[in-house]
């Protein structure tokens, strides 16, 4: 067994490096390489020259590692993974101070299968465990990037964890005790599969500190554990059984979950929400501590615990919980300020109350008789937001939520815009209440986003539904359920319905994308309902604009913007209406190479000097069938690349219509012109 200097600074640890290697302290470099059963130092004479040095760490080998007194050298971890493999003890915990750090999180892979080896450090490596036999021990507070448990034994050793994440592979046999504080900062706690696991966390108090995460708990028995979520949703995993459970925040509940001890809400910046998701969950608690401001969904509450709170918040499908009964309160605050600011009233125009905040059951009102200047919501809160009903507020008014991209609110009840109401900011509404939610009453446009997605609340079956000529200038997003808007239309920049449980109601209306780059992009499972709609481009810009329909059917297409000069593509799809153009500049068509686009009628003409072309994406032919019999009468194109069917005497391009080559199908002449000559 040699022991091993890292001098010279600069280098590689890898397994052809020698120049960095000496048998003493700051002495000469080309000692050779290190193995299994040797030992290496990083110290005072490991960074020898001026300024920074970088040391990167690549597939090393090395029986125990020390770093301690380190000046001048930054780690660089990895090239390889594993970065290092360690065959013995670990030891980095030198005090703070700008001796060293690593630049990257390296991997490093423990892989003794003896017993007795101990870990310390202050610094974020990535640990993972992987030796039949083999024994670690903690011998001060411990600071990971990740823990990995795969074979052997780890112990905290009652020294505190710090780490991104905690991990159960699940394919070896492996021991861990945790009997101290453990911080997972990145909230993700894996133990899904508990095969071979033998484990004991009586004595522990794990705490998630994370802007989201997954806490699957394997259905193990636990003592303490804190789920702390900032700005994003936690999920909980398993059967769990917990000796105290608190929640603050967001929580997403996959499974039933035991508390021996006291369950516990800890609302934070965006209130507590906790739910069970698609369906009800059950929490069995001896005893609860439910903090004001606290929602629920799809929850039973059970055990010895009264499940009870004067300002609970109500969002459906909750079992032996008490919640205060919904009311109808009052904006009345003047000038600038927050949702949550002591603004609401019991009655219209009286005094605000805090009381009277309005949870996620009751309704809230914005009329002309309370004072508002703007209501605004911080970047950063999220909030579950109730009926809003602003349909008497003709006088101005400012409704803003951030724009920084980082909050979402959810509107979990019906929404009722005023004449007088100005939207303002780009974070995001999500619509998330599988009961439908209706919007109305918008004669301004809306700013922000709108997203059908269960986002952070986890609900299925998600409903929008525009009850009233609605616009907003950004986008709308179906993922997890149905987009309604019947008989009415509906402006906005694009459209995607990018998972197979989204769902599209457009029957009778007009949809009207505003935007340039994809307006639309459909799932090819997206359920679409959208008999008598039309869907209109509107971009007056040049800038390209695509239509990805993906195979979906809808029924008209209106190519509008009067002023632009754009392309057009569209993907293939069945239209059981018509194909349109309110345009009166040229402007092309691009079809999917290779694939059939159905149409049932086409009215699109050019005019002289301004041809509208008809081409392929990508220069094969691309098909274009008129369904429902009938002919197709049109003048002024330019058409290359295109099959058009039925053959013959169907698709009638006219004579001023320019064939550039390779099209089949099409007839360069008019349809009475046709007939005349083959009378």
Same mark, same amino acid.
């Given at each position: ?8 600074? $600069? ?23 290190? =193995? ?84 310390? =450090? ?103 554990? +804190? ?30 979950? =035991? ?49 009870? !709170? ?90 803003? =939520? ?13 929404? #009722? ?7 303002? !900011? ?29 986002? &952070? ?16 200038? $950004? ?36 949809? $009207? ?49 009067? #002023?632009?000069? &754009? ?35 086409? #009215? ?17 032919? &691309? ?35 320019? +064939? ?20």
């Amino acid at each position: 067994m040699t022991t091993y200097y890292w001098v010279g600074g $600069n280098g590689t640890w890898n397994a052809t490096n020698t120049g960095n290697w000496s048998t003493t302290s700051g002495g000469s470099g080309g000692a050779g390489i290190p =193995t299994s059963v040797d030992d290496v130092v990083f110290d005072v004479g490991s960074g020898i020259g001026a300024g920074f040095q970088n040391v990167y760490f690549d597939g090393g080998v090395c029986r125990n590692f020390t770093a301690a007194s380190v000046v001048g050298v930054s780690l660089y971890g990895q090239y390889s993974s594993p970065a290092v493999t360690v065959h013995g003890n670990w030891t980095d915990n030198q005090p703070g101070g700008f001796g060293y750090f690593w630049y990257f999180t390296p991997d490093v892979l423990f892989v003794s299968t003896t017993t007795g080896k101990t870990i310390a =450090t202050n610094y974020s490596l990535s640990a993972t465990f992987n030796g039949v036999g083999g024994s670690w021990t903690a011998t001060s507070n411990v600071n990971l990037g990740n823990l990995v448990c795969t074979n052997g034994t780890f112990s905290s050793n009652s020294y505190n964890i710090a780490t991104n994440s905690v991990t159960y592979s699940g394919t070896g046999t492996f021991n861990l005790t945790l009997n101290s504080t453990v911080t997972v900062y990145n909230g993700n706690w894996n133990f899904g599969t508990t095969t071979g696991l033998t484990y004991n966390f009586s004595s522990s108090t794990i705490t998630t500190q994370s802007g989201g995460g997954t806490f699957n708990g394997g259905g193990l028995n636990y003592s303490t554990v +804190n789920l702390n979520v900032y700005g994003g949703s936690s999920v909980l995993i398993g059967n769990n059984t917990f000796g105290n459970l608190t929640i603050k925040d967001f929580v997403l509940l996959s499974n039933n979950q =035991t508390v021996t001890g006291t369950f516990t809400t800890n609302p934070g910046n965006e209130f507590a929400v906790v739910s069970g998701g698609a369906s009800q969950k059950t929490i069995t608690a001896a005893t609860v501590s439910l903090s004001d401001f606290t929602s629920f969904f799809n929850i039973n509450g059970a055990g010895a615990a009264s499940w009870s !709170g004067s300002f609970l918040g109500n969002m459906g499908g909750n079992t032996g919980i008490t919640f205060p009964a919904a009311k109808t309160v009052y904006w009345n605050l003047a000038g600038s300020a927050e949702w949550t600011d002591n603004g609401w009233a019991a009655t219209s125009g009286g005094t605000p109350n805090p009381i009277y905040f309005p949870l996620v059951q009751d309704t809230a009102v914005f009329d002309n008789t309370g004072s508002a200047g703007t209501v605004y919501f911080s970047d950063g809160r999220y909030l579950i937001l109730p009926n809003i009903d602003m349909s008497a507020r003709t006088t101005a008014m400012t409704f803003s =939520t951030s724009s920084g991209g980082y909050t979402a609110q959810t509107i979990w009840g019906n929404f #009722t815009a005023g004449s007088g109401v100005t939207f303002i !900011g780009t974070d995001s509404f999500y619509f998330s209440n599988p009961a439908t939610t209706n919007l109305s009453g918008s004669t301004n446009a809306f700013s922000q986003p709108f997203i059908v997605s269960g986002g &952070a609340v986890g609900s299925v079956g998600c409903s929008l539904n525009i009850s009233a000529n609605t616009t907003t200038n $950004n986008s709308l997003s179906i993922f997890n359920g149905t987009f309604s808007c019947i008989g009415k239309t509906f402006t906005c920049l694009t459209i995607d319905t990018n998972t197979s449980s989204s769902a599209l109601n457009i029957t009778n209306s007009t949809i $009207n994308l505003s935007g340039d780059g994809t307006v639309f992009y459909g799932d090819p499972a997206t359920s679409v309902v959208a008999t008598g709609s039309t869907i209109a481009f509107t971009n007056n810009t040049t800038n390209q604009k695509a239509f990805y329909s993906n195979g979906l059917t809808f029924n008209s297409l209106a190519f509008g913007g009067n #002023t632009s000069i &754009a392309n057009y593509y569209i993907s293939q799809g069945s239209w059981t209406g018509t194909w349109s153009s309110t345009k009166t500049t040229a402007f092309n068509i691009y079809l999917e190479d290779s694939q059939i686009t159905n149409v049932a009628n086409w #009215t699109i003409n050019g005019s002289a000097g301004n041809l509208v072309g008809l081409y392929s994406f990508y220069g094969s032919q &691309a098909t274009i069938n008129k369904t429902g019999g009938g002919t197709v009468n049109t003048n002024y194109l330019q058409i290359q690349n295109s099959d058009a069917t039925p053959p013959s005497a169907t698709w009638f391009a006219g004579k001023n219509s320019l +064939n550039l080559g390779n099209n089949t199908g099409w007839v360069f002449l008019s349809d009475s012109k046709f007939l005349t000559l083959f009378w």
